[in-house]
Each structure stands twice: as C-alpha cells, then as structure tokens.
C-alpha cells in the first residue's frame, strides 16, 4: 500500500503548502526552545468512512496552558485551533489514522534567551500514524536519568526544551537493549517513561503517580482513568509509587498519544506478571481503540468528525 504524504501545513493563520511553512534559522524557539508543541490523534472509521480527532478541545487547551506559562500572548482559542485543524485535514483528505503536531512557538528573531517582549503564534501539520498493539510487549529499564523537575521547567507543559531530558532518557535505553526507560523524579519515586504516562496493577488495583509527581498531565492518561474505573470497575489511585513496586507488579502498561497504550512485559530482565500481556491491559485496549473511532456512544462527545 502506498503510504500517503503530508502536503499542507496550518501556517500564518492559512493552510499553506507543506513547504512554505518554514521559519529563520535565527527564530527564538529554534535557537532556545522557548516554545510548546501537543499531539493530537485522528482516528479513521471505516465504517462511517469518517476520521475522528480524539479530544481536541482538551489537546488544544494543554497547548494554550504550556504556552501560557512561558508567557506567550496568544489569540486562539480551542474552539478556533479545532476548525482550523478540520480544515487542515479537509485540505489532506487522509483517509487513515493521523498524527497531528501543533506548535506554539516566538515568531520573533534574534539573539537573546528571554520570554518577554516577544511575538507568537500557532502552526500545525500531519502525518499519517499506525495504531497497533505492542503484543510482545515492552521491555524497559529505569534511566540513570532524573525527571526534569517542576521549578526546572515545568513537566506539565509540552514545552519544547524539556524534552532535551526524554531525548536523553531514551536514547541511552534504546542504545543499551531496551525499548524506553522509566524515570524517577528528584523525590526518587516513579514518574513516567521517556514520554509516556505509567500505570501499575497489583492485587486488582491500578495505581498512576499524581500530577504532582512531575509527570505530563495526559489526556489519554485521564481518559483511560475514566474507563478502567467506570467501564472496568478497577479501582484507580494516583500516588506515589516506590521503583521496588514496579517489580512486583501484576501488568504495567504506558500511555500517551503517540504510543496510546504500550504494555510492559519486562522490567531491567525481570519479567512482570507472566511475562507477557495481561488480560486487563488487553481488555482496556481494546475498549480504548473502540472509544477512539467513535464506536462507543456513550464517549460519542470526545470524537469530533473531520468530515462533514
């Protein structure tokens, strides 16, 4: 099958070609990170012949808060970034599921590491995205890395420098085995992975650090606390979590929008549960990947057709 290409791009207010969205090599965000980015996914139902985009609205609100907090003096609103993102995607007609990566970023140039006295604005393209199971599962380590903290640069935003720290997480995993990392926080306690929120089960109950534990506030990570305890009637508690309790525990998965949900099946060579994808992970999966192409009415409200 061939695989489609990006050809737009959401740029100076306008939906532009792919490659007239450019900016100077000497653009403040470029040159200091000074900047937020978010992901948002589009589901295609074959069915309804319908692309879906999950929750934009709250993407869309997660970016305002990052960009808020690097002082970022923005117009937009969630509702005004969704009608421009379904006309982005009117533009590409993608017929598939899609990634998309909006960005907040200082239109202004020049030298000069500030958050004052700047010009801002949004941009958006997409890409086309597989959404697949990890059957085998995930094996991770824990990195000899920190989380970078909240009086650091706050971890709650996706702003664009932090993630120099999940670059460094990662790649050191990845280069010695592993598939990612898990993270602890300067509290040594459990945070998250490279770039996904973490759950734990362990005797019938599913625990995920708090968001005061410099952890992402996710959407798909709040999403999947309504389902397990509203659909699966699993009790959820966020707290912190001890790294000797991601050994003990029952089934382990991450989650984000990207990976959507990863099941870990091994920790530093030590197998978690069985060893292999558990029966809960699999069930909540496979109601989470309904939910997200509007094949479950009751969460009918969270997927915002493309189409019209």
């Given amino acids: 099958m061939t695989i489609p290409q990006t050809k737009h791009a959401y740029f100076e207010g306008e939906i532009v070609p792919i490659e007239q969205a450019s900016i100077s090599v000497m653009n403040q965000t470029f040159n200091y990170g000074t900047g937020a980015f978010g992901g948002i996914r589009g589901y295609w139902n074959d069915s309804e012949q319908q692309l879906f985009l999950f929750r934009p609205a709250d993407h869309f609100r997660r970016l305002l808060d990052s960009a808020k907090l690097l002082r970022f003096d923005l117009t937009h609103t969630p509702d005004s970034l969704t009608a421009a993102l379904r006309q982005l995607l009117k533009a590409e007609g993608w017929k598939n599921d899609v990634y998309i990566r909006p960005l907040a970023y200082v239109t202004t140039e020049g030298i000069g590491a500030r958050l004052h006295n700047l010009d801002h604005d949004i941009a958006m393209f997409s890409v086309p995205f597989e959404s697949k199971l990890k059957e085998e599962g995930a094996h991770v380590t824990f990195s000899a890395w920190r989380r970078v903290d909240d009086n650091h640069i706050p971890p709650r935003g996706k702003i664009i420098g932090a993630y120099v720290n999940s670059a460094l997480i990662k790649s050191d995993a990845v280069l010695a085995g592993f598939d990612d990392a898990l993270v602890l926080n300067n509290d040594g306690h459990v945070s998250e992975s490279s770039g996904s929120n973490f759950f734990m089960v362990r005797n019938g109950v599913a ?43 029952d089934e382990i998965f991450l989650c984000g929008t990207g990976v959507q949900l990863v099941p870990v099946t091994r920790v530093d060579h030590r197998p978690v549960g069985t060893g292999e994808l558990g029966s809960l992970t699999r069930e909540l999966y496979e109601l989470f990947s309904g939910v997200v192409r509007g094949k479950v009415e009751k969460y009918r409200q969270w997927n915002i057709p493309v189409y019209d």
């Fill in 207 to 249: 625990s995920t650090p708090p968001v005061t534990a410099n952890v992402l506030e996710g959407i798909t990570r709040r999403t999947l606390i309504e389902l397990l305890r509203v659909e699966l009637g699993l009790e959820v508690i966020e707290r912190q979590i001890d790294r000797t309790e991601v050994y003990l525990a």
